[in-house]
T-cell receptor, first 114, second 112 residues
Framework: KAGVTQTPRYLIKTRGQQVTLSCSPISGHRSVSWYQQTPGQGLQFLFE???????NKGNFPGRFSGRQFSNSRSEMNVSTLELGDSALYLCASSWETGPGTEAFFGQGTRLTVV | QQQVKQSPQSLIVQKGGISIINCAYENTAFDYFPWYQQFPGKGPALLIA?????SEKKEGRFTISFNKSAKQFSLHIMDSQPGDSATYFC???????????FGTGTRLKVLA
């Protein structure tokens, strides 16, 4: 069974540009959540989607947005990139939203903003 | 109130020793506490998780101890091996969501 797939693995963008990251969850999983990981701030929750609906959003500016498609695949978009957006962006998928069901993480997309 | 405090920041243990990592939380609504292991260049992988209705859970060499009244939980790695060298994160969430609040991580190094 394939794991969570994130594309691309590495990305270099210039300040002011926008970027779209993609996440394909494990087959059958309907919940997708996104996290930003940086050395200074650690792992921070961005947003969570279930059946194409955003269920939770973290404390990030409106430049960060996401969506989920009917096949559960998800994308996140960052507009007007800033140097501080350089981070590892992680996607996690889960079977359902029941208590105690685990979240499986992908390997992440390493975004560098120059 | 949403924070999860993790300690120590780094830990060095001899092969065969016990590694202990501690976490504390404030939000009593949290009811799911997973531990994740992350190797460089990889995403976090779930090690073990616990809910507040039990005080201890063991899976192989990994044990979670949970103290509901103190709002603390810890990860014990018995017979630590060099292959356990990684960064460990505790997390907390409430039922029905995957909005995890992560601790700041502990970098474990097990000496051969």
């Amino acid at each position: 069974k394939a794991g969570v797939t994130q594309t691309p693995r590495y990305l270099i963008k210039t300040r002011g540009q926008q970027v779209t990251l993609s996440c394909s969850p494990i087959s059958g999983h309907r919940s997708v959540s996104w996290y930003q990981q940086t050395p200074g701030q650690g792992l921070q929750f961005l947003f969570e989607y279930f059946s194409e609906t955003q269920r939770n959003k973290g404390n990030f500016p409106g430049r960060f947005s996401g969506r989920q498609f009917s096949n559960s695949r998800s994308e996140m978009n960052v507009s007007t990139l800033e140097l501080g957006d350089s981070a590892l962006y992680l996607c996690a998928s889960s079977w359902e939203t029941g208590p105690g069901t685990e979240a499986f993480f992908g390997q992440g997309t390493r975004l560098t903003v120059v | 109130q949403q924070q999860v405090k993790q300690s120590p920041q780094s830990l060095i243990v001899q092969k065969g020793g016990i590694s202990i990592i501690n976490c504390a939380y404030e939000n009593t609504a949290f009811d799911y506490f997973p531990w994740y292991q992350q190797f460089p260049g990889k995403g976090p992988a779930l090690l073990i998780a616990i809910r507040p209705d039990v005080s201890e859970k063991k899976e192989g060499r990994f044990t979670i101890s949970f103290n509901k009244s103190a709002k603390q939980f810890s990860l014990h790695i018995m017979d630590s091996q060099p292959g356990d060298s990684a960064t460990y994160f505790c997390a907390a969430s409430t039922s029905g969501t995957y909005k995890y609040i992560f601790g700041t991580g502990t970098r474990l190094k097990v000496l051969a």
